[in-house]
Each structure stands twice: as C-alpha cells, then as structure tokens.
C-alpha cells in the first residue's frame, strides 16, 4: 500500500540510522492496512506522520562523580511520543546499548501498548548509556540525582510518568523520586516502580512477569490447552524473567533456562527460584554463581554460542517465555524451537523476536502474544499505582492481582476479536495493532489537528 511505504521512507529519510525504530515501525505500519484500506480518514488525517514523529524528543547531557573523584559524562534523553488518550507512560533504559533509536523504538510501542491496556495512558520512553553494572550504591545515587536535575522540568503527575525498564529497578527509582521531590517540593504519582512505604502498588514488581503468563493462559485456553506439567524456556534473569519464571512454577510449569548478558543456564531439573533471586536481587552477580551453587546446572558462556543462534531457543519446549532484549530470537531460533515442538511463544521482553521470526510463527499458527500486548501487565500495574496514588488509597495484592488478570484477559480478548474483524483470525499480531492503533488514531482525530 502506497501510504505504507511512504511512512517507511519518511522514517528512514528523517531518522537514518534509527534501525529498531524502523523495525518496529515496519512492523506495526504492515500490520495496519486492512483498517488503512477499510477507514481513509485515518491517511487524509496524517495519522501515521503524526505518530511516527514524536511529540517532542528531549536530549540533555548527565554529569557525576564517580567514587574516585573523577567528573563523568553521559548521554540522556526522554522521548515524549504520543499523549492523546493519557500522559506520557513508559520506563526509563540504563545500559551502556541505549542510543536514540532504541528509546524511540521503545516509545513507538508503548503508545500501543499503553491503549489496549484499557486505561489512560500516553506512550513515551527514555534512558541513558549509563552502565549500573559494577557501580556502588552511591554513584548510581548521584547519576540518578544529576539525570532527575534534568528531568524533572518535563515531567509531572498528569504530563509525563516514567517507569523503569533495563537496569533501571527499585533502588532507581528510589534516588530519581526522592531527588524530583526535592527539586519540586510536591510528593505526587510522578514515576511508577515506587517502594511500598511511600507510593509504590503491590504487585508492581511482579505484573510484567505474571501478566506475560496470563497471556499465555488465555492463547493456550483458545486451544485448550495448559502449562501445568509443561516444560518452559525463558531468556534473561531480571525482573520480567524471574517473575514469570514464578508465575509459571505456581501453575505446575517446568521452566527450565535463564540467561543474562554474559550466558545462558539449561537446568533440567527446574529452575531454582530461590537461588536466582539471590544471585540477581541480592547479589546481582553473573549466572556462573547461580550454576556454582546447583549441580544440575549447565551454564554455556556467551563466548560458546554457535554464530547467530541464541541456544535458549534451541532446548525442546513446550513454551516460549523471551524476557532479556531486542532482537535475541532470531528465524535460526524460531525455525529451532517450531522443529521441537513448541506450542506457544509469549513475549515479555519488547521486541525480542525478528520481523522473519516472528512470520514463522504466524506462518506455523502457534500461539504467539507480541510483547506489545502479552508484556503489558507492567504498565498496566503502573496505571493501577497511578489511580492508587491520585486517590491516595493502597489496594491489596489479591485484588491488584485481580484487576492485572482482568486486564491480560481483556488484551488479549480485544486483539483476538479485532483480528478476527479484520479477516485475520488468530494472528494477534495484526489484532494487537490494530486495536490498538484505533483507540490513538480516534481520539488523535477527536481532538483535531495538532
Ligand atoms: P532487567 O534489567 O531487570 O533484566 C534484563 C535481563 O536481560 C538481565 O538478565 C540482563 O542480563 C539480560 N540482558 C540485557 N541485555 C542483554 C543482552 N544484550 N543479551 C542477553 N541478555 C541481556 O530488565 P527487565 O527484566 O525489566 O526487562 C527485560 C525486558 O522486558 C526488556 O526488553 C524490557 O524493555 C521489557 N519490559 C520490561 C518491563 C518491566 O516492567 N520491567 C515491562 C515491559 C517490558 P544482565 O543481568 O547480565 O544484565
């Protein structure tokens, strides 16, 4: 379609060397044109140029010092995209990786993301190059404070809420409130993530995890089907892999790997949870010490991965759990896990699949929840924190739990019905997009032209 590849050359022209934010723009775009054909208001409105364009990107330098005494620099920035239907809502990326392109492919999902979550939110998304690894407690307090002194003037309660996301946990967000608080003097729901003590939601810690495994629930009961007794791989060993890898465990699931920057684990025997949380929460050291402590362990290092293959993928599964990064599923791993008989693919990472993998497992009509949807539970929690917070009233865990459930249901409820609308039965893909896409487009044409 015409006005598809002309958005796929305006992005390319004005942000050239933005690869994942053309990935997912490709993705989505592609995705859209049984609406685009059906609905010309959405083209004769710009819809698409107004959405690939951010609102406003801001850019801004962080200086800090570390614990020797030596002045160090790094680069920031927050990338308001889109806040037709709430205000800007999405993590905060601390890792060495992060460059433009990245935060705005992250941004660029998350306004989708953040509509089918059914609640009130914006899609945005920031970070820095920042490396937390190896840092003591207080140079990541005093980068956090010098990257708040920032941006804390383009932030606010109903303007622009961050989160965390990779290397950006509890204790983050810790230093960037306290040091908002400061600057401002207001104590208000400006970040989601909050300790308990002063804002924080229950189940916050836990919803990406639990969410990406609800989703799975509700792809596997079309078909069916359940985890309990089924073997399960994961990828990564932060916050989004150990919670599903608890998820999946009180369902009677087998999840049997984990990995991190630096390798991967096959445990046969199961996942020590336990033990995980110790190495990564409480230790945050390398998963070496996780296979040092267990027998059963195989740890294969980074330096041992056959050439473009991530071996996760290639441990026979039931289901699929990608919860580290971008692009770390390739077709070699989709083709891999297809040939062992993998029934479901449910993404809590943003992302973690290629465009060609993820063909193959629409092409195979096995489950596959887009991290847009199946990893919203996040964000959705975040929303939650934030209507606790406006209303200054702490829900509890069983019920938080509860609306988080609903929420998963009614994701995938929503794509599901929206795909099969629009001639695509089963692909969520398309259904997640869409529905998405409909609620912005809509109340980006409401409000008129801006
Ligand atoms: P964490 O920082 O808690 O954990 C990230 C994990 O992925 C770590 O185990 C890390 O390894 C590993 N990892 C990072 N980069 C690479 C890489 N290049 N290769 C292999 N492993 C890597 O982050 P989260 O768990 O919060 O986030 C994971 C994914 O989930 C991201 O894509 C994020 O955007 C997405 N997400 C997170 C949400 C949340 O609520 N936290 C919400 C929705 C999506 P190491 O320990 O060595 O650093």
Redesign the pocket.
């Known amino acids: 379609m015409e006005y598809i590849s002309n958005i796929m050359k305006l992005v390319k022209e004005k942000y050239p060397i933005q690869h994942e934010f053309h990935q997912a723009v490709r993705e989505v775009v592609e995705s859209l044109e049984p609406i685009l054909k059906k609905y010309k208001k959405y083209e004769a409105n710009a819809i698409l140029e107004r959405l690939v364009i951010p609102d406003r990107e801001i850019y801004f330098r962080v200086t800090w010092v570390d614990d020797k005494g030596k002045i160090q620099v790094n680069r920031a920035c927050r990338v308001e995209f889109n806040s037709a239907i709430g205000p800007y809502k999405g993590?905060l990326?601390f890792?060495p990786?992060v460059n433009p392109g990245i935060i705005k492919f992250?941004g660029f999902e998350q306004i989708f993301k953040n509509a089918l979550t059914t609640l009130a939110m914006g899609g945005g998304k920031g970070g820095s190059d920042f490396d937390p690894?190896g840092k003591s407690d207080g140079e990541i307090m005093r980068f956090c404070q010098a990257f708040m002194n920032e941006l804390y003037r383009h932030i606010g309660a109903n303007t622009d809420v961050p989160?965390?996301?990779?290397?950006v946990?509890g204790r983050e967000i810790g230093y960037l409130y306290g040091q908002y608080r400061k600057l401002t003097n207001r104590v208000e729901g400006v970040l989601t993530g909050k300790a308990l003590n002063w804002g924080g939601s229950l189940v916050r810690t836990e919803?990406?995890g639990y969410g990406c495994v609800y989703f799975a629930q509700e792809m596997l009961k079309e078909k069916k089907e359940d985890l309990e007794g089924k073997i399960c791989t994961v990828?990564?060993?932060?916050?989004?892999?150990i919670y599903t890898i608890e998820k999946l465990q009180q369902l009677g699931a087998i999840p049997v790997t984990i990995?991190?920057?630096?390798g991967m684990i096959y445990d046969k025997s199961g996942i020590d949870l336990a033990l995980l949380k110790e190495v990564?929460e409480i230790k945050r050291a390398?998963l070496e010490e996780y296979a040092k402590a267990k027998k059963s362990a195989k740890y294969t290092p980074i330096s041992k991965y056959k050439k473009d293959t991530n071996p996760v993928w290639h441990i026979p599964c039931f289901a699929a759990f990608p919860?580290?990064?971008?692009n770390?599923l390739n077709l070699n791993d989709a083709k891999a896990l297809l040939q062992n008989g993998c029934k479901c693919v449910s993404e809590?990472?943003?992302m973690?699949s290629t465009i060609d993998a993820v063909h193959e497992f629409i092409k195979a009509k096995i489950c596959y929840g887009p991290?847009k949807a199946a990893?919203a539970g996040?964000?959705s929690v975040s929303g939650l924190e934030m209507a606790q917070n406006a209303s200054m009233t702490p829900w509890t865990f069983e019920y938080t739990d509860k609306r988080l459930h609903q929420i998963m249901e009614d994701i995938f409820n929503n794509a599901n019905e929206t795909a099969k609308e629009f001639g695509a039965k089963g692909n969520l893909v398309v259904g997640a997009n869409i529905a998405g896409f409909r609620k912005v487009a809509d109340s980006m044409i409401d409000q008129g032209v801006l």
């Open positions: 993590g990326r890792h990786s992250l690894k989160a965390g996301d990779i290397g946990g919803a990406t990828s990564g060993s932060g916050n989004v892999a990995s991190d920057s630096k990564k390398s919860s580290a990064t971008q770390e809590g990472a943003n973690p991290g990893n996040g964000v």
